[in-house]
């Protein structure tokens, strides 16, 4: 593997210095006849979409075709995700890891729900009582998390529920953790929280539902919330598909929709970790995470600290390492400093995943700065 040289401005710190990789990690330590690939720009720790699923298409369609799952991840990787965090897939991707070309993915197993109070053919469905034991089977076949469907709606009841009776989860997650796995779940309302975060739930997803009690209490135990606010757009198309048959559903997710920029902005007031995810794979497009970074920049997160939830922050809190000495060498290089103008991130100039230049390679301009002009035709 040819060792690489990188030079830039390095997040978050802010610093310019001179980055070299080798056998795949990068080092402080300069590597005599590294290629350099990089003379200038800025150097952001591999973007990560902390809420997506390869293996999903739209309406929640299963999507087995090899080149169909590898499409999705590429797309991820074009917009500069180096990792994503699959947050429940019917489908198994292992097979990508061996694809040195496409992003990491961390997974969460198979989606679990109570029977008929999900998306049809999505989840894994048991009953609460075997809730734990399902738990244990998803943890050992995830990358360290497990994903629960908190709420849904209840036909029955003709708006969104719980679907879980708290000592149920109690006892899952506590499962979860003697596995070592993490546990997340999907909430839009505001009844399945309580039980989730008391339970010691390390992650809530969406969460439009969260009071500022909740949210306090989120704080107090470190629990992070990975907002999805691009998906949440959809809110409002959700509502007027039930409006007939559930009107009361369709009032709470308008109601949801509105206040999902201001639950944001509280939560991170209140200091709880917010993370970047798209929920690609469904309703939206995989590579769509600048979308999700410039949205919850205007939810009211500076925009380093958005950009931050899409990049050093996601990453440590996935245990991926940043641009550190013995970090695996995974970054994305923008021509202008992504936290001044968020626009950047649509125009990546150079990735390295796993110490590799991947995608187009752009050619490099001379030492002693960029061509001014046009480069003279030959002839
Ligand atoms: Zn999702």
Known sequence: ?????????VLPAGEHRDVWVRNGRFTFDPVPGAETVSRNGWLVPGLVDAHCHVGVGPGGAHVAEPDALRQQALDERVAGVLALRDCGSPV??????????????????????????????????????????????QARRGDGWVKLVGD??????????????????????????????RV?????????????????????????????????EMAARGTALVPTLINVEHFPAFAAAGEKRFPAYASTMRRLHAQAGAVVRAAFDAGVPVYAGTDAGGGV??????????????????????????????????????????????????????????????????MVLRGRVVGEKTPLPPAGGRPRGPVPARG
């Open 184 to 216: 997340t779940a999907h909430t839009f309302g505001t009844g399945a929280l309580p039980g989730l975060i008391r339970a010691g739930i390390d992650c809530v997803e969406h969460g439009t539902g969260l009071t500022q009690d909740l949210i306090g």
């Open 92 to 137: 198994d991707t292992r097979f990508l890891d061996d694809e040195p070309d496409l992003p990491r993915i961390i997974r969460a197993g198979r989606h679990i729900a109570a029977p008929r109070r999900y998306i049809p053919d999505l989840a894994v469905e048991v009953e609460p009582p075997g809730l734990a034991d399902e738990v244990r089977v």
């Open 285 to 350: 497009e995989h590579g769509s995470i600048a979308a999700e970074v410039r949205a919850l920049h205007e939810a009211g997160l500076p925009a380093e600290v958005a950009l931050g939830a899409a990049s050093w922050s996601a990453r440590s809190w996935l245990g991926l390492g940043c641009i550190e000495e013995g970090a695996p060498a995974d970054v994305v290089v923008y021509d202008g400093d992504p936290r001044a103008n968020l626009d950047e991130l649509g125009r990546p100039r150079l």
């Open 152 to 181: 849904w709606i209840d036909r029955g009841v003709g708006d969104l529920a719980p679907e879980w009776p708290a000592d149920a989860l109690v006892e899952a997650i506590a499962a979860a953790h003697e596995e070592g796995a």
């Open 1 to 9: 593997m040819t060792a690489l040289h990188l030079a830039g401005v």
